[in-house]
């Protein structure tokens, strides 16, 4: 088991473009969470999908939208990117909510 | 609003010294608290969670409610354990949102 995998590992990106990232959950995991940690900070919530719904949402605008597929991998979409959306994005799947999380290695995006 | 407070951004001791990183949260319900560790070029994982009252790696942390804190401690630090630390936090029961700090670096000088 790889453990979480995200693609891609890097991104860059121009102010007002679309990104999209993926996410594949460890294998047995049904929940992907969705973190954004800019330099220097800890990780920011974004939102958590379970069963294909998003369950719970932090303090992100609606430019961060998300989906789950039935096989439980996940993509985090960002549209209208701004220069501050610049950060490294973290997923990390879970069994059923919060258990422990396994987290994957990050995409960086770099928005010009 | 949850919250959680780490106020050292860099913690320096010497190899066998003990070792104190602070966590303080502010939540109006009852939480779970975790701490995670990232070591260097490798993955956030969990150290410990307080439901678990465990000792990892030598790592312990008690919940303090009355002071709103759980900091994370071990007797003698070891040089493996240099690495960033995060508090989390996240309310207990149904779907979870989880806040996390913005986290110590912990170094251990040989």
């Known amino acids: 088991d790889a453990g979480v995998t995200q693609s891609p590992t890097h991104l860059i990106k121009t102010r007002g473009q679309q990104v999209t990232l993926r996410c594949s959950p460890k294998?047995?995991?049904?929940?992907v969470s969705w973190y954004q940690q800019a330099l220097g900070q800890g990780p920011q919530f974004i939102f958590q999908?379970?069963?294909?719904?998003?369950?719970q949402r932090g303090n992100f605008p609606d430019r961060f939208s998300g989906h789950q597929f039935p096989n439980y991998s996940s993509e985090l979409n960002v549209n209208a990117l701004l220069l501050g959306d610049s950060a490294l994005y973290l997923c990390?799947?879970?069994?059923?909510?919060?258990?422990?999380?396994?987290f994957g290695p990050g995409t960086r995006l770099t928005v010009l | 609003a949850q919250r959680v407070t780490q106020p050292e951004k860099l913690l320096s001791v010497f190899k066998g010294a003990p070792v104190e990183l602070k966590c303080n949260y502010s939540?109006?319900?009852?939480?779970?608290l975790f701490w995670y560790v990232q070591y260097s070029r490798q993955r956030l994982q969990l150290l410990l969670r307080?439901?678990s009252r465990e000792s990892i790696k030598g790592f312990t942390a008690d919940l303090n409610k009355g002071e709103t804190s759980f900091h994370l401690k071990k007797p003698f630090a070891q040089e493996e354990d240099s690495a960033m630390y995060y508090c989390?936090?996240?309310?207990?029961?149904?779907?979870?949102?989880?806040?996390f700090g913005t986290g110590t670096k912990l170094q251990v000088i040989p």
């Open positions: 990390a799947s879970s069994l059923g909510g919060i258990n422990e999380q396994f």
């Open positions: 294998s047995g995991h049904d929940t």
């Open positions: 999908y379970y069963e294909e719904e998003e369950r």
């Open positions: 939540y109006s319900g009852s939480p779970e």
């Open positions: 307080h439901i």
């Open positions: 989390a936090l996240t309310n207990s029961g149904g779907y979870q949102k989880v806040t």
